[in-house]
């Protein structure tokens, strides 16, 4: 499985400037990401989780180092990206179908065949019957899953998902994640996911990194392997596993959490 | 949902009909008992007539306008003032607020300006604008539209930069242009906004056009509120009211109808 580096970070650091002074809020990252795994970052409360998603979807420069994407160093906008956020951001004013389709119109790429694999997505992850309703019809687990899809008809190389399932309520999570982690798999995606969830955490990466406090830099890399009962690999499912105590426990205590 | 409603729920849906059935009769009742009591106190002498008019005058005054057509003639002249000065006014307002958004440092630049005109009273510019543009029409609608532009400058640009910033950022992950961003997300986001100005807009419109007719015109529902006020003929100048707060309201509507047309998505 591990054969191509999707994603390659190299020695990304990064301060912000503002009148009041400068924070540093990446001291030194780097980490390799390889084609269809799911790797999960997880790090205390302002670690610069988000930041480093930001660096490798292009939208802001590091300040040090660089991040390639498929051997090509990233400049500007990464069309190869696809990006999730913490709420769905669907647009009010435009229909299920229409949302999905927003990358697909911003990169000039609809066409019968592009518009055939969005209905595809929904059709086969039950949102088929709502392509014509508007986001406000829809449950906030639905508004995710379109959320997801919308990112998965650009055929990204790379998802980054930036805490996709926080604005969720508990019960909504566990069944969203645990689908988006089958989607993920399915589609053989490349991912990777910034979580404050330990146990979401481990039930769908296949490597966890943890980041330390602020300034950030790689505090470990955790490679996950659940025996998940009667080998239905899903991250549900894996939660029952026997080593998940242990994954959490190690977690725990290498994000070293002081309230 | 099923057919069957239980005797609770139909009981419900009676009661909020007979409550708006009452509101609006009450609301037709106050109408006519102040009409009556005008007529009926005037007919009495209780009030000077001179002074307040009433309306069985107002009406015959309005029959001989519709019959001769003058009442068409000036509706028209200062609904044709209005419309173009709205128009001009909103589309003008928004193009600005598009081009502060656009630049950031045009935005600070402008910023203490706008500041200043919005709280400048514009009917006071009239007169200014009257003498450099010209005492016609031109010179009503550019009163019109001074007075609705910088609030829709204000309004709109405040509502392009409450756009969520995460919505951009999501175009931006697709590799959207600025230009793209505006017409994805910043402009439709903006829509209830910019309806709302609109609302706003009618009314300051009709402010403009009415102060421009009282200062030049010799047509136009302003040029007979001031005629009849100096010749002292209060049916003209009631049923002048009458007709601007009809007119004014029924392009309200309109907008509230567009409204409803262009905001599926809200119900």
Redesign the interface.
């Known amino acids: 499985m591990e054969e191509k580096k999707v994603v390659e970070i190299k020695n990304v650091g990064m301060t912000y400037h503002t009148l009041d002074g400068e924070t540093e809020a990446i001291k030194d990252i780097s980490l390799d990401i390889y084609h269809g795994e799911i790797v999960v970052l997880v790090g205390p409360s302002g670690s610069g989780k988000s930041t480093l998603l930001s660096i490798i ?1 292009g ?1 802001i420069n590091p300040s040090k180092g660089e991040v390639l994407v498929n051997e090509k160093k990233i400049g ?4 190869e ?3 999730m ?3 769905d ?1 669907l ?4 229909t299920i179908l229409q949302n999905v389709l ?2 697909l ?3 000039e790429k609809i066409s019968e065949e592009t518009k055939e694999y969005a209905n595809k997505l929904l059709e086969t992850y039950g949102l088929g019957e709502f392509k014509n309703s ?1 986001p ?1 019809q829809l449950s906030g687990g639905m508004r995710q899953r379109a959320a997801l899809i919308r990112t998965l008809v ?1 055929k990204p190389d790379l998802l ?1 998902l930036d805490e996709p399932f926080s604005a969720l309520d508990y019960q909504t999570r566990l069944a969203i994640a645990d689908e988006v982690g089958i989607i993920l798999k399915k589609e053989k995606k490349t991912a990777l996911m910034v979580t404050h969830d330990i146990a979401e955490a481990i039930s769908m990466a296949d490597r966890v990194v943890v980041l330390s406090n602020r300034p950030a830099t790689v505090k470990d890399i955790i490679p996950i392997a659940l025996s998940c009962p009667n080998g239905v690999k899903t991250p549900l499912k894996c939660r029952e596993a026997p080593e998940f105590r242990y994954y959490f426990n190690k977690i725990w205590k290498e994000l070293d959490v002081h309230v | 949902m099923s057919n069957k409603v239980s005797k609770e729920h139909n009981d419900y849906l009676k009661m909020i009909k007979s409550r708006k059935r009452a509101i609006f009769t009450t609301q037709i009742l106050i109408l006519i008992i102040w009409m009556a009591a005008w007529e009926l106190f005037a007919r009495l002498g209780w009030i000077d007539t001179f002074l307040t008019s009433n309306p069985s005058e107002i009406w015959k005054l309005f029959i001989h306008y519709t019959k001769n057509g003058g009442l068409f003639y000036h509706v028209g002249i200062s609904v044709a003032e209005t419309v173009v000065g709205f128009l001009v006014g909103t589309l003008l307002g928004v193009l600005v607020a598009i081009f502060l958004w656009w630049s950031d440092f045009l935005a600070k630049v402008f910023d203490p300006y706008l500041v200043v005109l919005n709280s400048l009273p514009k009917t006071a510019l009239a007169p200014i604008i009257i003498i450099w543009v010209g005492a016609g029409y031109s010179g009503i609608i550019v009163t019109a539209i001074t007075v609705s532009i910088v609030v829709t400058i204000m309004n709109v640009y405040i509502g392009f930069t409450s756009v ?1 910033e ?2 951009i ?8 242009t600025k230009f ?1 961003i505006l017409r ?2 910043v402009l ?2 903006s ?1 209830p906004t910019i309806i709302s100005t609109l609302k706003v807009n009618i009314g300051l419109s009709w402010v403009g056009v009415i102060v421009g007719e009282f200062l030049v015109s010799k047509a136009g529902i302003g040029y007979l509120i001031v005629y009849g006020g100096q010749v002292f003929k209060l049916d003209l100048v009631m049923m002048s009211v009458f007709i601007l707060a009809i007119i004014s309201a029924i392009m309200y509507q309109g907008i509230a109808a567009i409204e409803k047309k262009y905001m ?3 119900q």
């Open positions: 979807a939208l500007g906008h990464n069309k990206i696809g990006y956020f913490q709420r951001h647009f009010e004013w435009r927003l990358g119109e911003i990169q508007y406000r650009i980054l | 969520d995460d919505k950022k999501l175009l931006q992950t697709f590799g959207a793209q994805k997300v439709p986001s829509v599926k998505w809200q």
